[in-house]
């Protein structure tokens, strides 16, 4: 379960327990229910090597879902008669098997719709229809075989659905068993939406007579896979615009099996592969390092399944020779794809996303919410503290902080977030909060910003970052800056929201000559907000040791004389 791998189980409070809770967190307010009106939908993609199962909850309100289940099961689909193309026997028997284990695990979860298509293996195979037709009969349920066009448009929304594109154009490379689609597209929609006739099962078992393959072998697949592809590559540059450079995003099971391995090589921070980033050197080399090993070694290789290492060759071949057409030097993981693609085009038709721009426009606003809410975190209080944070960061650009507003964006997500490690223990949340976002699924983001973001809540308290915590070892010296400077800012906003109903309307700050200066604005004008002003003092001395810079701190007792920056 992908939305549940990282929850741990919520410990009980008891009023004895309380008593002893840490006096910063102690005034927090009940954690609320998760959304209300969920809707249950599965979506399954009966593919060339494998059927792939989701269960997804739909919240009407946010217009966004979480997977409540992702299961595959190697059907091998592609391993058609030689002679006349039917799907085999043992396939269809292996499909059926599959099938059934899907429908009964989605009706399981009182899903309200159950979503089929089939790809590449059944459109191509002569028995296929009937094949379907049989398992509609037998099973319930209906399954369309959709086109090369098709699958890329759906592979294409579920991409969307989890990446922030921005203004930038991105390839979209899914390499599947038996084709291979390439998308190009914007935010706003798909330019160029192809398929080719290449894929990881079908090179296997069409080219593949000697494994290791020799050198003559593996010129003779990679000029094959260009042939295929030059058509696809081409539409996607005629649709370029004179000066755009797109960002590649390779997704699927090739491209995820590839991650694992450079991973295996280079271990990088975070449980997800989502937003990682790799170079075309690094393929190049792990290309290099997998060609001349024996199926039995393959198989050892850390990351990939034994089915994966079948035909982990001809994928690779696939993916590197992609990326020399299309001139590519890197390419970062998107772990939606097709099955989360088909999720979104049903919310589409039920009228839950009005369109896909303004779905994706605020696809990083959506995903925080829904983190905070399935870990209970209080939204309202959550958005007060990211209205410090935020009001803070702005007064004091130029002076405290030389950051944009990226950065400013991934300082709200942490004030939003910065509490969801309560719902694990009291003790050390902190901590926790770290673990619970740097493993969480936070769309729109890349990896880099995702361990930010993470860090930035583990450091709003307690210790400074030291250089044995795994945190602070796993950012980079551009991150760290960063994280080192702006989780003081939040440290701030977390010590002004003392009370679970708030006690300062707006604040004031400047920053100059080694000082910081705080006002703050009570909402109560009689209150001298002494709660506040202690719970400030004790983050002086942190600010001090790590920027070097004095704080001061006073109440406005007159509101005209006070910019509402709050």
């Not at 217009?63 to 409540?68: A, G, H, I, N």
Request: hydrophobic fraction near 40%; glycine fraction near 8%.
């Amino acid at each position: 379960m992908r939305e549940c791998a990282t929850a741990i189980p919520k410990a009980a409070v008891s009023g004895e327990r309380k008593a002893k809770l840490d006096p910063e967190v102690e005034q927090l307010a009940p954690l609320p229910p998760v959304g209300k009106g969920l809707r249950r939908v599965a979506a399954i993609d009966l593919g060339t090597n494998s059927t792939h199962l989701l269960i997804a909850s739909v919240d009407p309100q946010l217009r966004s879902f979480s997977v409540l289940l992702a299961e595959k099961s190697t059907t091998r689909l592609g391993e058609r008669d030689p002679d006349s193309g039917d799907l085999t026997r043992e396939a269809m028997e292996r499909a059926r098997l599959a099938l059934r284990h899907c429908r009964d695990l989605a009706r399981s979860h009182n899903v309200e719709d159950i979503i089929c298509v089939a790809t590449s293996a059944m459109r191509e195979a002569p028995n296929g229809m009937a094949f379907l037709e049989e398992i509609e009969q037998t099973l319930g349920l209906g399954a369309e075989v959709i086109s090369g066009a098709e699958e890329a448009r759906l592979i294409y929304l579920g991409v969307l659905s989890g990446m922030e594109f921005g203004d930038q154009p991105h390839q979209i490379l899914d390499i599947g068993g038996g084709s291979t689609e390439l998308v190009l597209a914007d935010a706003r929609d798909a330019r160029a939406l192809t398929s080719s006739r290449v894929g990881a099962v079908r090179l296997q078992r069409d080219f593949v007579r000697r494994d290791p393959l020799d050198a003559q072998r593996v010129e003779f697949l990679k000029a094959f896979i260009q042939g295929s592809m030059e058509p696809s590559v081409e539409k996607v540059r005629r649709r370029l615009q004179p000066g755009e450079e797109p960002i590649l995003v390779a997704t699927s099971g090739t491209a995820l099996a590839a991650a694992n391995l450079l991973c295996a090589e280079q271990p990088r921070g975070g449980g997800r592969l989502h937003g990682m980033q790799f170079s075309k050197a690094e393929l190049d080399v792990l290309v290099k390092k997998v060609l001349p090993l024996t199926p039995e070694q393959r198989r050892q290789l850390p990351g990939i399944n034994e089915r994966r290492a079948e035909i982990i060759v001809p994928g690779l071949l696939v993916l590197q020779t992609a990326m020399e057409l299309l001139q590519a030097e890197a390419f970062v993981i998107s772990e939606r794809a097709l099955r989360e693609g088909l999720i979104i085009d049903w919310m589409l038709r039920h009228d839950l996303i009005v369109d896909r721009f303004s779905y994706q426009s605020e696809i990083r606003r959506r995903t925080v919410l829904h983190q905070a809410q399935k870990f209970g975190v209080p939204i309202s209080r959550a958005e007060r503290v990211a209205g410090y944070a935020t009001s803070l960061f702005d007064q004091t650009s130029g002076s405290f902080h030389q950051e944009d507003a990226s950065a400013r964006q991934l300082l709200w997500a942490a004030a939003l977030l910065h509490s969801c490690g309560l719902h694990i223990n009291t003790s050390g949340y902190h901590k926790h909060s770290w673990y619970l976002i740097n493993n969480g699924e936070l769309l729109g983001y890349n990896h880099g910003e995702q361990l930010v973001i993470a860090s930035l809540a583990r450091y709003h308290r307690r210790s400074l970052p030291k250089k044995r915590h795994e945190s602070w070892l796993l950012l980079d010296r551009d991150q760290r800056r960063l994280v080192e400077r702006l989780s003081l800012l939040l440290r701030l906003a977390v010590a002004i929201d003392r009370r679970p109903q708030g006690g300062v309307e707006s604040l004031r700050a400047r920053c100059n000559k080694g000082e910081l200066q705080l006002q703050l604005q009570p909402s109560d004008p009689g209150d001298d907000l002494s709660l506040e002003l202690w719970s400030l003092q004790t983050c002086s001395q942190a600010i001090q040791q790590a920027a070097g810079i004095a704080l001061s701190c006073s109440v406005i007792t007159e509101p005209e004389d006070l910019p509402l920056a709050a």
